[in-house]
Protein backbone atom coordinates (compact mmCIF):
# COMPACT_ATOMS: atom_id res chain seq x y z
CA UNK A 1 0.00 0.00 0.00
CA UNK A 2 1.34 3.22 -0.82
CA UNK A 3 2.36 5.55 2.52
CA UNK A 4 1.88 9.20 3.21
CA UNK A 5 5.18 10.34 1.17
CA UNK A 6 4.25 8.42 -1.85
CA UNK A 7 0.53 9.89 -1.61
CA UNK A 8 1.85 13.14 -1.56
CA UNK A 9 3.87 13.02 -4.41
CA UNK A 10 0.83 12.37 -6.44
CA UNK A 11 -0.95 15.19 -4.76
CA UNK A 12 2.05 17.55 -5.75
CA UNK A 13 1.60 16.17 -9.46
CA UNK A 14 -1.81 16.50 -9.66
CA UNK A 15 -1.93 19.99 -8.51
CA UNK A 16 0.55 21.03 -11.01
CA UNK A 17 -0.93 18.92 -14.13
CA UNK A 18 -4.65 19.08 -13.37
CA UNK A 19 -5.64 21.32 -11.20
CA UNK A 20 -8.37 24.41 -12.12
CA UNK A 21 -9.08 22.28 -15.17
CA UNK A 22 -12.83 21.70 -15.70
CA UNK A 23 -13.54 18.56 -16.96
CA UNK A 24 -15.40 17.79 -20.01
CA UNK A 25 -16.41 14.44 -19.63
CA UNK A 26 -15.42 10.97 -18.25
CA UNK A 27 -15.24 7.28 -19.02
CA UNK A 28 -15.45 4.55 -16.55
CA UNK A 29 -14.28 1.30 -18.59
CA UNK A 30 -14.42 -0.77 -15.82
CA UNK A 31 -17.44 -0.92 -13.34
CA UNK A 32 -15.42 -2.07 -10.44
CA UNK A 33 -13.45 1.08 -10.32
CA UNK A 34 -16.32 3.24 -9.13
CA UNK A 35 -18.28 0.44 -6.62
CA UNK A 36 -17.83 3.36 -4.10
CA UNK A 37 -20.07 5.51 -5.99
CA UNK A 38 -23.17 3.72 -4.94
CA UNK A 39 -25.51 5.57 -7.62
CA UNK A 40 -23.28 4.15 -10.11
CA UNK A 41 -20.94 4.42 -13.38
CA UNK A 42 -23.41 6.72 -15.17
CA UNK A 43 -23.90 9.21 -12.47
CA UNK A 44 -20.38 9.57 -11.74
CA UNK A 45 -19.96 10.69 -14.93
CA UNK A 46 -22.70 12.84 -15.80
CA UNK A 47 -22.04 14.57 -12.04
CA UNK A 48 -18.59 15.13 -13.17
CA UNK A 49 -19.03 16.89 -16.40
CA UNK A 50 -18.62 20.82 -16.37
CA UNK A 51 -16.95 21.14 -13.06
CA UNK A 52 -13.38 22.70 -12.85
CA UNK A 53 -11.10 20.55 -10.15
CA UNK A 54 -9.78 22.42 -7.20
CA UNK A 55 -6.36 22.13 -5.52
CA UNK A 56 -5.75 18.61 -4.86
CA UNK A 57 -6.15 17.70 -1.11
CA UNK A 58 -4.33 15.18 1.37
CA UNK A 59 -4.92 13.88 4.71
CA UNK A 60 -2.89 10.90 5.78
CA UNK A 61 -2.88 8.81 3.20
CA UNK A 62 -6.02 9.51 1.18
CA UNK A 63 -6.18 11.71 -1.35
CA UNK A 64 -8.96 13.55 -3.12
CA UNK A 65 -10.04 16.83 -5.82
CA UNK A 66 -12.32 18.93 -5.00
CA UNK A 67 -14.85 19.77 -7.38
CA UNK A 68 -14.45 23.60 -7.37
CA UNK A 69 -17.96 25.10 -8.03
CA UNK A 70 -19.66 22.03 -5.58
CA UNK A 71 -19.52 21.11 -1.46
CA UNK A 72 -18.36 17.98 -3.52
CA UNK A 73 -14.97 15.74 -3.85
CA UNK A 74 -13.52 12.87 -6.13
CA UNK A 75 -12.15 10.71 -3.75
CA UNK A 76 -9.24 8.81 -5.19
CA UNK A 77 -8.45 4.69 -3.38
CA UNK A 78 -5.04 3.66 -4.60
CA UNK A 79 -5.48 0.24 -3.45
CA UNK A 80 -2.64 -2.02 -3.91
CA UNK A 81 -1.73 -1.06 -7.70
CA UNK A 82 -3.88 2.43 -8.43
CA UNK A 83 -2.11 4.84 -10.39
CA UNK A 84 -3.56 8.69 -11.35
CA UNK A 85 -1.16 9.14 -14.74
CA UNK A 86 -1.61 12.36 -16.71
CA UNK A 87 -1.09 11.32 -19.62
CA UNK A 88 -1.15 13.05 -23.91
CA UNK A 89 -4.11 12.18 -25.47
CA UNK A 90 -2.57 9.98 -28.24
CA UNK A 91 -0.97 7.44 -25.67
CA UNK A 92 -1.92 4.33 -25.67
CA UNK A 93 -4.35 3.18 -23.19
CA UNK A 94 -2.96 1.46 -20.51
CA UNK A 95 -3.57 -2.55 -20.35
CA UNK A 96 -4.88 -1.58 -16.96
CA UNK A 97 -6.76 1.33 -18.01
CA UNK A 98 -9.90 1.77 -15.62
CA UNK A 99 -11.12 5.62 -16.01
CA UNK A 100 -10.35 8.23 -18.07
CA UNK A 101 -11.39 11.96 -17.73
CA UNK A 102 -10.87 14.72 -20.45
CA UNK A 103 -10.59 18.01 -20.28
CA UNK A 104 -12.39 21.23 -21.36
CA UNK A 105 -9.02 23.17 -22.72
CA UNK A 106 -6.12 22.62 -25.21
CA UNK A 107 -3.30 21.30 -22.80
CA UNK A 108 -3.27 17.86 -24.23
CA UNK A 109 -3.47 15.80 -21.48
CA UNK A 110 -5.91 13.55 -19.67
CA UNK A 111 -6.38 12.27 -16.54
CA UNK A 112 -6.20 8.04 -16.15
CA UNK A 113 -6.99 6.02 -13.22
CA UNK A 114 -5.29 2.79 -13.80
CA UNK A 115 -5.06 -0.09 -11.31
CA UNK A 116 -4.07 -3.25 -12.44
CA UNK A 117 -5.47 -5.17 -9.27
CA UNK A 118 -9.05 -3.10 -9.64
CA UNK A 119 -9.13 -2.47 -5.58
CA UNK A 120 -8.91 0.85 -5.71
CA UNK A 121 -11.43 3.47 -7.47
CA UNK A 122 -12.83 6.87 -7.38
CA UNK A 123 -16.08 7.51 -6.04
CA UNK A 124 -18.14 11.19 -5.40
CA UNK A 125 -18.40 12.45 -1.84
CA UNK A 126 -20.45 15.46 -0.56
CA UNK A 127 -17.92 17.25 1.56
CA UNK A 128 -17.83 17.82 5.56
CA UNK A 129 -17.74 21.29 6.60
CA UNK A 130 -14.64 21.15 7.15
CA UNK A 131 -13.96 20.05 3.31
CA UNK A 132 -13.44 16.31 3.58
CA UNK A 133 -15.37 13.20 1.82
CA UNK A 134 -17.98 12.68 4.49
CA UNK A 135 -16.57 9.32 4.19
CA UNK A 136 -13.49 10.05 5.70
CA UNK A 137 -14.30 12.36 8.64
CA UNK A 138 -13.14 10.29 11.30
CA UNK A 139 -9.53 9.94 9.79
CA UNK A 140 -7.15 11.90 12.04
CA UNK A 141 -5.13 14.67 10.74
CA UNK A 142 -1.25 13.68 9.78
CA UNK A 143 1.93 14.35 11.44
CA UNK A 144 2.89 16.69 8.29
CA UNK A 145 -0.11 18.55 8.98
CA UNK A 146 0.35 22.09 10.51
CA UNK A 147 -2.83 21.40 12.39
CA UNK A 148 -1.89 18.27 13.97
CA UNK A 149 -2.20 18.30 17.86
CA UNK A 150 1.16 16.57 19.27
CA UNK A 151 -0.12 17.19 23.08
CA UNK A 152 -3.70 15.84 22.29
CA UNK A 153 -1.91 12.27 20.58
CA UNK A 154 0.25 12.38 23.60
CA UNK A 155 -3.01 12.34 25.98
CA UNK A 156 -4.34 9.48 23.44
CA UNK A 157 -1.20 7.33 23.78
CA UNK A 158 -1.58 7.32 27.58
CA UNK A 159 -5.50 7.23 28.14
CA UNK A 160 -5.19 3.87 25.69
CA UNK A 161 -4.37 0.58 26.75
CA UNK A 162 -2.39 -0.17 23.14
CA UNK A 163 1.17 -0.95 22.35
CA UNK A 164 3.04 1.89 19.96
CA UNK A 165 2.61 0.11 16.69
CA UNK A 166 -0.62 -0.34 16.77
CA UNK A 167 -0.85 3.00 18.06
CA UNK A 168 1.02 4.63 15.46
CA UNK A 169 -1.42 2.42 12.65
CA UNK A 170 -4.61 3.40 14.32
CA UNK A 171 -6.15 6.19 11.94
CA UNK A 172 -7.94 7.58 14.15
CA UNK A 173 -5.38 9.16 16.36
CA UNK A 174 -2.75 9.34 13.58
CA UNK A 175 -2.95 8.71 10.46
CA UNK A 176 -0.62 8.26 7.26
CA UNK A 177 1.48 6.20 9.09
CA UNK A 178 1.89 2.69 7.41
CA UNK A 179 4.18 -0.42 8.35
CA UNK A 180 7.10 0.03 6.56
CA UNK A 181 7.25 4.13 8.28
CA UNK A 182 6.09 3.36 11.72
CA UNK A 183 9.07 0.68 11.62
CA UNK A 184 11.65 3.24 10.73
CA UNK A 185 10.14 5.71 13.27
CA UNK A 186 10.34 2.78 15.87
CA UNK A 187 13.80 2.06 14.60
CA UNK A 188 15.38 5.67 14.97
CA UNK A 189 13.63 6.11 17.94
CA UNK A 190 14.58 2.89 19.51
CA UNK A 191 11.38 1.57 20.84
CA UNK A 192 10.25 -2.03 20.64
CA UNK A 193 6.85 -2.22 18.36
CA UNK A 194 5.03 -3.78 21.71
CA UNK A 195 5.93 -1.03 23.93
CA UNK A 196 2.75 -0.16 26.15
CA UNK A 197 2.21 3.85 25.22
CA UNK A 198 0.19 4.23 28.59
CA UNK A 199 4.32 4.44 29.92
CA UNK A 200 4.93 6.95 27.58
CA UNK A 201 6.07 10.54 28.87
CA UNK A 202 6.29 13.98 26.94
CA UNK A 203 9.30 13.51 26.05
CA UNK A 204 9.27 10.18 24.40
CA UNK A 205 6.16 11.03 22.26
CA UNK A 206 7.94 13.95 21.48
CA UNK A 207 10.96 12.47 20.16
CA UNK A 208 8.94 9.64 18.62
CA UNK A 209 6.89 12.35 16.27
CA UNK A 210 9.99 14.01 15.75
CA UNK A 211 11.44 10.94 14.09
CA UNK A 212 7.80 9.75 12.22
CA UNK A 213 7.91 13.34 10.58
CA UNK A 214 11.87 13.18 9.58
CA UNK A 215 11.32 9.31 7.77
CA UNK A 216 8.02 11.26 6.55
CA UNK A 217 10.28 14.13 5.06
CA UNK A 218 13.18 12.23 3.92
CA UNK A 219 10.93 9.69 1.58
CA UNK A 220 9.23 13.17 0.63
CA UNK A 221 12.38 14.54 -0.89
CA UNK A 222 13.86 11.15 -2.47
CA UNK A 223 9.96 10.68 -4.68
CA UNK A 224 9.93 14.38 -5.00
CA UNK A 225 12.23 14.18 -7.61
CA UNK A 226 10.10 12.18 -10.05
CA UNK A 227 6.83 14.46 -9.83
CA UNK A 228 8.37 17.36 -12.21
CA UNK A 229 7.82 14.95 -15.34
CA UNK A 230 4.45 15.11 -17.05
CA UNK A 231 3.76 11.40 -14.77
CA UNK A 232 2.06 11.43 -12.09
CA UNK A 233 2.22 8.12 -10.56
CA UNK A 234 1.44 5.89 -7.56
CA UNK A 235 2.70 2.09 -7.15
CA UNK A 236 2.66 0.45 -3.77
CA UNK A 237 5.31 -2.27 -4.85
CA UNK A 238 8.04 0.50 -5.77
CA UNK A 239 8.69 2.85 -2.74
CA UNK A 240 11.09 5.61 -3.74
CA UNK A 241 12.71 5.63 -0.43
CA UNK A 242 13.90 1.86 -0.80
CA UNK A 243 17.38 2.60 -0.62
CA UNK A 244 17.46 4.67 2.44
CA UNK A 245 15.29 2.04 4.67
CA UNK A 246 16.81 1.32 8.27
CA UNK A 247 14.46 -1.30 9.71
CA UNK A 248 11.98 -2.12 7.02
CA UNK A 249 13.11 -5.60 4.89
CA UNK A 250 16.13 -5.73 6.73
CA UNK A 251 15.74 -9.43 8.33
CA UNK A 252 18.86 -10.72 9.08
CA UNK A 253 21.31 -7.57 8.11
CA UNK A 254 23.43 -6.15 10.23
CA UNK A 255 21.80 -3.18 12.19
CA UNK A 256 23.27 0.33 11.04
CA UNK A 257 23.90 1.48 14.40
CA UNK A 258 24.96 -1.51 16.40
CA UNK A 259 25.80 -4.70 13.83
CA UNK A 260 23.73 -6.83 15.24
CA UNK A 261 21.65 -8.82 12.87
CA UNK A 262 18.04 -7.36 12.49
CA UNK A 263 15.03 -9.63 13.31
CA UNK A 264 11.71 -9.82 11.70
CA UNK A 265 8.54 -11.26 13.59
CA UNK A 266 5.12 -11.75 12.56
CA UNK A 267 2.93 -9.20 13.94
CA UNK A 268 -1.20 -8.56 13.27
CA UNK A 269 -1.38 -10.17 9.85
CA UNK A 270 1.91 -8.22 9.05
CA UNK A 271 5.72 -8.11 10.20
CA UNK A 272 8.30 -6.19 12.60
CA UNK A 273 11.66 -5.83 11.47
CA UNK A 274 13.62 -4.50 14.84
CA UNK A 275 16.84 -4.40 15.78
CA UNK A 276 16.62 -6.97 19.25
CA UNK A 277 19.57 -4.84 21.01
CA UNK A 278 18.79 -1.12 20.34
CA UNK A 279 14.94 -2.28 20.32
CA UNK A 280 14.69 -4.27 23.94
CA UNK A 281 11.11 -5.72 24.38
CA UNK A 282 9.29 -4.32 27.00
CA UNK A 283 9.34 -7.80 28.91
CA UNK A 284 12.46 -9.42 30.35
CA UNK A 285 11.79 -12.07 27.92
CA UNK A 286 13.52 -11.89 24.45
CA UNK A 287 10.55 -12.57 21.86
ZN1 LIG B 1 20.93 -2.03 16.83
Redesign the pocket.
Known amino acids: MPELPEVEVVRRGLARWVAHRTIADAEVLHPRAVRRHVPGPDDFTQRLKGHPIGSPCRRGKYLWLPLEDTDESVLAHLGMSGQLLVQPHETPDEKHLRIRVRFADALGTELRFVDQRTFGGLSLHDNTPDGLPDVIAHIARDPLDPLFDDEAFHQALRRKRTTIKRALLDQSLISGVGNIYADEALWRARLHYDRPTATFTRPRTAELLGHVRDVMTAALSVGGTSFDSLYVNVNGESGYFDRSLDAYGREGLP?K????PMRRRPWMNRSSCF?P???RPPSARVV
Request: proline share 0%; aromatic share 0%.
Open positions: CRCGTCKCQ
